[in-house]
């Protein structure tokens, strides 16, 4: 199966597409990016998630570099981050493929200031990749990766393992984002919160919380067990609110594998990622003196009202964690996400953080003195419908072509991105937004956004009529 790469990052099924010698070269060519932009004198880190080809992709990335590097052993996406930053090093390799399945492996490449490459910089490595991807083994061994290696002046190479300093480092780093006030409310609020990292590197959320005095009940904790599907969604977590209920917590917080996503759960059902950014913008933007939030282009119009509330700047950007991060970086904007991915993303974090998220929501709760039901009743009510389409990826061009005259004949306002995505005006409180899946081939992925349940539904159901 071929890989499926984008500025995303590289995804594959392992031993279909994704093997070691792919990451070999992969790995080759980040390396030459970092070495063309910082010099020969590098620093890299590497963190993997709980998948079980983990280490071996691992290994053959480490193969790849002459520089020193730092192993991080398992952890989350957003604590490689972190560590990129926290050990001054010129970037960082998290071998992940998020949300997709077990059975897939791949790599999110990172800059020194801990963020995702942007796209230009993504795509330069993909093309070096494709170039070395033409040569035979002995070629690239003895060419590329082992052509200056002399057998009498073999170099051990440096490795630093920091396995356990990174995870007390990376609690010390989130927890400070709450004053000692903030931790004692929580601490005095007696929370109950059920966690499920299905077996990933979202575990350590749990003593985390538990530093706060929240009693946390632990549900798929070993690592790479995986007992739901990976991505976290309404599906495969409704099993959490008839536990939530049951046994009378306060919600429940599912992650996906890299953790830099989490999906929490209430008793009455979802609490969707444009709501959790809905409720945090509104805590941030009110304290903040400069009122900025940087969205992507299919987060719910939810999140323009609580803007337009604190009298805020309210800029759009294509989907993608870095145009978030990049745009809030050039505005100095407090806060920013994709509430379409359930990404809460904080200036200094630099990404989308599901643990950061996940504080940032039980201080909010902890100072309010309310349920995450009441506060969600409090937000702009919209109803945001997410559905997918299997298409040729071949006729994209073709099928969006024809959305795009579609939607025009009826003279609505259509805003194309240069990476493809089409977002339809259908009014100022409604819009159909699509766009072909970065992460998973073969899908179109579609969002209806509306005031009401029954209008998002028709809209939806126009544009896969269309689509077909």
């Known amino acids: 199966m071929p890989l499926v790469e984008s500025f995303s990052g590289i995804r594959g099924i392992y031993d279909d597409g994704m093997d070691e010698q792919v990451t070999v070269r992969y790995g080759y060519a980040y390396l030459s990016f970092l070495k063309k932009k910082y010099g020969n004198n590098l620093k890299v880190v590497i963190g993997t998630d709980t998948r079980p080809s983990?280490?071996?992709?691992?290994?053959?990335?480490i193969e790849a570099f002459d520089c020193e590097i730092i192993d991080l052993g398992i952890v989350s996406t957003p604590m490689t981050e972190f560590a990129v930053r926290r050990y001054k090093a010129n970037g960082g390799i998290v071998?992940?493929?998020?949300?997709?399945?077990p059975y897939w492996n791949g790599f999110k490449f990172l800059d020194k200031d801990g963020a995702v490459?942007?796209?230009?910089?993504?795509?330069?490595?993909?093309?070096?990749?494709?170039?070395?991807?033409?040569?035979?083994?002995?070629?690239?061994?003895?060419?590329?990766?082992?052509?200056?290696?002399?057998?009498?002046?073999?170099?051990i190479k440096k490795i630093q393992k920091k396995y356990?300093?990174?995870n007390k480092e990376y609690s010390e780093y989130v927890l400070g984002f709450l004053s000692n006030k903030e931790k004692e409310k929580i601490r005095n609020s007696k929370f109950k919160v059920i966690i499920d990292p299905n077996g990933g590197s979202g575990i350590i959320a749990k003593q985390i919380l538990e530093k706060l005095n929240v009693k946390v009940m632990g549900i798929n904790m070993e690592h790479g067990v995986f007992n739901r599907?990976?991505?976290?969604?309404?599906?495969?977590?409704?099993?959490l609110s008839n536990m939530v209920r049951d046994s009378n917590y306060d919600f429940a917080a599912g992650f996906d594998c890299d953790a830099d996503r989490v999906e929490i759960m209430a008793a009455t059902g979802l609490?969707?990622?444009?709501?959790?950014?809905a409720l945090i913008a509104d805590d941030i933007l009110k304290k903040s003196k400069n009122k900025v939030i940087v969205v992507n282009d299919a987060t719910s119009f939810m999140v323009r009202d609580i803007a337009k509330k604190h009298n805020a700047k309210y800029v759009e950007t294509e989907v993608g964690e870095i145009n978030v991060v990049n745009e809030m970086h050039r505005l100095k904007a407090p806060v920013g996400g994709e509430g379409s991915s359930s990404g809460v993303i904080i200036p200094d974090s630099r990404?989308?953080?599901?643990?950061?998220t996940l504080l940032f929501l039980i201080k909010i709760i902890a100072n309010k003195g309310k349920k995450i039901e009441e506060l969600i009743r409090e937000l702009p009510q919209y109803y945001n419908l997410k559905t997918k389409a299997t298409i040729d990826s071949k006729r994209y061009?073709?099928?969006?072509?024809?959305?795009y005259n579609y939607y025009k004949r009826k003279n609505y306002k259509i805003k194309k991105s240069k990476e493809g995505s089409l977002k339809v005006m259908l009014d100022h409180n409604s819009f159909i937004w699509f766009r072909a899946s970065r992460t998973e081939a073969n899908l179109l992925r579609v969002i209806a956004d509306a005031q009401k349940k029954e209008q998002a539904e028709l809209i939806v159901k126009e544009a896969l009529k269309l689509i077909k």
């Open 95 to 101: 071998v992940t493929a998020s949300h997709n399945e």
């Open 397 to 403: 061009d073709s099928i969006l072509k024809k959305i």
């Open 229 to 239: 599907a990976v991505e976290p969604n309404e599906d495969s977590l409704l099993y």
């Open 54 to 61: 983990r280490d071996i992709l691992k290994n053959a990335l």
């Open 164 to 166: 356990e300093e990174i």
């Open 351 to 356: 990404c989308r953080d599901g643990i950061l």
């Open 271 to 277: 609490i969707s990622g444009n709501q959790l950014l």
């Open 117 to 155: 490459l942007k796209a230009n910089e993504m795509g330069a490595i993909i093309r070096n990749y494709h170039k070395l991807k033409k040569l035979s083994n002995e070629n690239f061994f003895n060419n590329y990766l082992y052509k200056n290696t002399n057998p009498k002046k073999i170099k």
